[in-house]
């Protein structure tokens, strides 16, 4: 063997010996390096989740501070208009307090006003008081003529109450009588009589005529009365007129005619009482 092939064969040794020595090394590096690598990737996947964990609880906490961020920028605007309407509230303020100062002012000037015009009433409040005893006078006067004007209007209106309703009796007792008459007159056509040349009667048969006694007087110890109804209203001397109270229409007496004229006749009264036949009553032929 030479002397090359020996140094050849020494370095193939050699560097067998270096190749198993690295390929030794290599694969414990390898395993090293395996190892430190999953323990690198189970520290980047802790790492990941911290940090997963991490941004959660950061975006949690960003939202937080958005919505609490939200509320304050909602105080803030509810600062704002309450700085606005306490700013207005002061202008109003500033406002009503000038007008009361313009207010003080001119009361002040009332005051002063009132005050001279209470002067000169203090210094005509003498003829004042006699004005005023003078018109109390005037107005008890007035009081006691609306007193009298009252008393005379409940009176008149006691009359026209009954004279309304006499009225109404009359109206009806002259329906009556109308319906009473064209019986009568049919009655009479029916035997050939004509009513219109019939002559009316003194006593029940006589015409309706309706007048008021206006006076009475004594004659010869007989009482007359003169009544509102003459020869113009076919009054005829022996005709009896009914005598009734003006107010209640209660029967008094009778009139027997004894003297007619154009627009008045006398009767004598034949009463049980002929002094309850006065002026003012009632005087008809029918009741």
Do not use: C, H
Not at 189 to 216: E, F, L, Q, Y
Request: glycine content about 6%; proline content about 1%; overall charge negative.
């Amino acid at each position: 063997m030479s002397t090359v092939t020996k140094i050849f064969v020494f370095l193939l040794v050699v560097l067998s010996l270096l190749l198993s020595a690295a390929t030794v090394t290599f694969v414990n590096t390898v395993e090293n390096d395996k190892m430190t690598a999953q323990n690198t990737i189970k520290r980047l996947e802790a790492a990941e989740a911290s940090a997963t964990e991490a941004a959660a609880r950061y975006e949690g906490q960003v939202a937080a501070a958005t919505a609490e961020l939200s509320k304050l920028g909602e105080q803030v605007n509810l600062l704002r208009q309450q700085s606005a309407a306490k700013d207005k509230d002061l202008a109003t303020a500033a406002a009503s307090e000038a007008a009361a100062r313009t207010g003080e002012t001119m009361a002040k000037a009332d005051v002063n006003r009132l005050t001279s015009a209470l002067n000169a009433s203090t210094a005509s409040s003498s003829e004042a008081g006699k004005s005023l005893a003078s018109l109390r006078g005037e107005f008890d006067k007035l009081t006691a003529q609306l007193n009298d004007l009252n008393i005379a209007f409940n009176d008149t209106s006691n009359k026209l109450s009954v004279t309304e309703a006499q009225r109404r009796s009359l109206a009806e007792q002259f329906a009556e009588a109308k319906t009473s008459l064209d019986k009568f007159r049919d009655a009479l056509k029916d035997r050939g009589i004509d009513p219109d040349r019939v002559v009316g009667g003194v006593g029940a048969g006589a015409p309706s005529i309706n007048g008021v006694v206006r006076s009475t007087f004594n004659t010869g110890g007989v009482d007359y009365a003169v009544i509102s109804v003459g020869s113009e209203d076919a009054v005829k001397a022996g005709m009896e007129f009914n005598v009734l109270d003006q107010n209640s229409s209660r029967f008094l007496g009778k009139l027997q005619i004894v003297d007619v004229q154009a627009n008045e006749a006398v009767g004598r009264i034949v009463a049980n009482d002929t002094k309850l036949v006065v002026a003012g009553n009632e005087a008809r032929t029918q009741f």
